[in-house]
């Protein structure tokens, strides 16, 4: 697997995105059979691995904490904080909390979960309107300097906030929605990034499975899956972006390749410090993902991908509207 620079920490050019071993496109699943798809992918060569204490809450720290304990040391493990869950029930109370001495808690919860004595990326998962991003960064800056956590992150936050956070300390990673699928980074986040000098992950980079090629307007989702309330997932928004899709595949006939590998090749060929983080609950689609970083596309495959996209009006919003009131975006 080739690696990437995002900031200063290196990482498999292709992460794993551990959500989808939570409850958020239906059921967990067996939680052997995650461990053992966790080290498959380590396996493949996948070294970033991304959780959060949301997930569950806390189980899905605690299965990645299980699967990497046996090679913690060749690996990064990206978490979160920034929700207001009790952290001893896991209650959600609704909202967010960035209040410093919470933040500090929460490492410290999540470092028992993942076993380990450090966390590689942590990330303030949603920007807390009631506690300014100058305390989130000191808090950050603390537990740095305490050897707890390595590295500072933003997930979607918006660029004059990743601006005064990176002045209190440097912000090593931002995680946003970015594919095919949804290109809103392209206008300012990404140049900022470039500016200051920080890596860039995209989550949903296959654009929650719609990018595979496997979704239509026909395709039932379990009823607990959180695609059944987005707006981009109602069926008749689903067919009218086939169009996208039918860009996607054409190129990957013609490249022999996956469409999930091709919309991976893409972002990464967007800009070297771009690094993905698609998620599965298959080993199989491990191994697919995983070959999207040894697809090359030419600079005739990025063209026309970017010239049919011109012409193709995405339909319905990324997220339902509470959702994307709470990230800002």
């Known amino acids: 697997m080739k690696t990437r620079m995002i900031g200063g920490l290196e990482v498999s050019a292709i992460g794993m995105g551990c959500m989808s071993f939570a409850n958020t496109y239906g059921p967990a699943g067996d939680h052997l059979e995650a461990v053992n798809i966790i080290r498959g992918a380590f396996d493949l060569g996948v070294t970033h691995f991304d959780t959060a204490e949301a997930y569950g809450p806390f189980a899905n720290e605690e299965l990645v904490g299980e699967a990497l304990q046996p090679i913690r040391d ?3 493990i990206a978490t979160k904080f920034g929700f207001d869950i009790d952290l001893e029930t896991g209650k959600r109370n609704g909202g967010t909390n960035s209040r410093p ?3 500090k ?3 410290d919860a999540a470092l028992k979960r993942l076993r380990t004595d450090h966390i590689d990326l942590f ?3 949603r920007v807390d309107p009631a506690v300014p991003i100058e305390d989130v960064a000191g808090a950050l800056k603390d537990l740095i300097t305490e050897g707890k956590v390595r590295h500072y992150g933003l997930s979607e936050a918006g660029i004059n906030t990743i601006r005064r956070a990176h002045a209190v300390h440097p912000v090593t990673a931002v995680q946003s929605e970015y594919s095919l699928f949804w290109r809103g980074p392209e206008a300012e986040l990404l140049p900022t990034l470039e500016e200051l000098g920080i890596g860039f992950v995209p989550f949903s980079p296959l654009g929650a499975g719609f ?3 496997k979704i239509d307007e026909n395709t039932k989702f379990d009823p607990t899956d959180f695609r059944n309330y987005v707006p981009r997932f109602t069926p008749e928004a689903r067919k009218a972006n086939m169009a996208l899709v039918d860009v996607v595949k054409a190129v990957a006939e013609r490249d022999s390749a996956t469409p999930a590998q091709v919309a991976l090749a893409w972002l990464l060929a967007q800009k070297p410090w771009i690094a993905p ?3 599965t ?3 199989s689609r491990v191994e697919e993902n995983v070959g999207g970083a ?3 596309l030419t600079d005739a495959d990025l063209s026309e991908i970017d010239t049919a996209l011109s012409k193709i009006k995405v339909h319905g919003e990324r997220l339902p509207e509470a959702v994307l009131k709470m990230t800002g975006l």
Do not use: F, N, S
Request: aromatic share 4%; glycine share 8%; proline share 4%.
């Open 277 to 279: 983080i698609p998620g």
């Open 211 to 213: 990018l595979t090629g």
């Open 123 to 125: 990330y303030q998962h």
């Open 101 to 103: 001495e919470h933040i």
């Open 294 to 296: 040894d697809l090359e």
């Open 74 to 76: 060749k690996v990064v």
């Open 105 to 107: 808690a929460v490492a």
């Open 281 to 283: 609950k298959k080993l």
